[in-house]
């Protein structure tokens, strides 16, 4: 691509927290002001998009906004992506800057990352804006800690539960229906456990009994647990 015969867009990748519109970072704000495109994932086909309905009430009117069906996993999700990317690649080459926004960090766990491989492999300028991770909202909600002194922390999705070792602070995500899996094993390990719900959200729980998190299942949860 020659990129010095016209101006192009950027595209910035924005993590707008937990769920919040208060943890917006002011970065995140004013980026996203000045960009002519919002593009913002949803899980469903026609669905909302969570990231979107964070960062609303900081999108002016002007803006023009596009929601893309962006499924989790799935034989579909690569042909998504790239379908994403060819819609961004348009406003790119018309100079328009575009924001994406990603729930979270949009580097952990992200449909970002995916996207991001194409937008580069074009040459075209990127930016990534970071946001407060879900686990970092899940622990000041709890009150509890994810790692001290010099100890390490694991960060796991939960279908790599039976890979935990020696760790003594672990974060697992992606938990949707392998909770009790899960529970199974950390009990097993000796751990103590929280599992929180939906923080900084409406419907947030902070649960730490067994039976309650089994009757409590949420895709967007994940569970912080510690031992001795």
Do not use: W
């Not at 989790?72 to 790119?92: H, N, P, R, S, W």
């Amino acid at each position: 691509m020659d990129n010095n015969s016209v101006k192009l867009g950027t595209l910035y990748g924005i993590g707008v927290g937990p769920g919040d519109e208060e943890l917006l970072t002011l970065k995140a704000v004013n980026v996203m002001k000045k960009c002519d495109v919002v593009v913002a994932p949803s899980a469903k086909e026609g669905g909302s998009s969570i990231a979107l309905e964070t960062a609303k009430n900081f999108i002016s009117e002007d803006k023009e906004v596009i929601v893309k069906h962006f499924p989790m996993g799935g034989a579909e999700q690569e042909e998504k992506i790239y379908k994403a990317f060819k819609t961004i690649e348009e406003k790119l080459k018309d100079g328009k800057d575009v924001a994406f926004l990603t729930i979270g960090d949009p580097f952990v766990y992200s449909t970002y990352i995916y996207l991001l491989k194409y937008i580069k492999e074009q040459g075209y300028s990127t930016e990534t804006v970071p946001g407060i991770t879900s686990f970092c909202a899940s622990a000041s909600l709890a009150g509890e800690n994810i790692v001290i002194g010099d100890e390490r922390v694991l960060i796991m999705p939960a279908t790599q539960v039976d890979e935990i070792k020696d760790e003594k602070f672990v974060v697992i995500m992606k938990l949707y229906k392998l909770e009790e899996k899960v529970l199974n094993t950390l009990e097993e390990k000796g751990f103590r456990y929280v599992y929180v719900k939906r923080a900084y959200r409406e419907g947030q729980q902070v649960i730490r009994d067994r039976e309650e998190i089994l009757k409590n299942r949420d895709y967007m949860s994940l569970i912080l647990a510690q031992r001795d």
